[in-house]
Nanobody
Framework: QVHVVESGGGLVQAGDSLRLSCAASGRTFNVYHVAWFRQAPGKEREFVTSISRSGGYISYADSVKGRFTISRDYGQNTVSLQMNSLKPEDTAVYYC?????????????????WGQGTQVTVSS
């Protein structure tokens, strides 16, 4: 069984930065494609960004492009999400998800393992 854990959420002001981290126990973390999704109050969960197993393919939602950066640390077996220039509309629970497939994906249903989420709140 794979256990996914997110960390780094918090309360910040608009314009500030936060760095989220995702780690997993069980099978070697580096074999998975990894994505971040988020769910704001009253809204459906949505794709934020993904990174392939090799790190060679990265995708961002238009709403975060240019502000968020996803990266992998193969030595530490973690994936980080650097979030800059945060806006109140970035407020959400952020979920890390792992996919054990041939390609990374932007679709929630393609992901096999999920964390419990970490709250990010951006005040105006």
């Amino acid at each position: 069984q794979v256990h996914v854990v997110e960390s780094g959420g918090g309360l910040v002001q608009a314009g500030d930065s936060l760095r989220l981290s995702c780690a997993a126990s069980g099978r070697t973390f580096n074999v998975y494609h990894v994505a971040w999704f988020r769910q704001a109050p009253g809204k459906e969960r949505e794709f934020v960004t993904s990174i392939s197993r090799s790190g060679g393919y990265i995708s961002y939602a238009d709403s975060v492009k240019g502000r968020f950066t996803i990266s992998r640390d193969y030595g530490q077996n973690t994936v980080s999400l650097q979030m800059n220039s945060l806006k109140p509309e970035d407020t959400a629970v952020y979920y890390c998800a792992l996919r054990d497939g041939s390609r990374s994906s932007r679709k929630q249903d393609d992901y096999d393992y999920w964390g419990q989420g970490t709250q990010v709140t951006v005040s105006s």
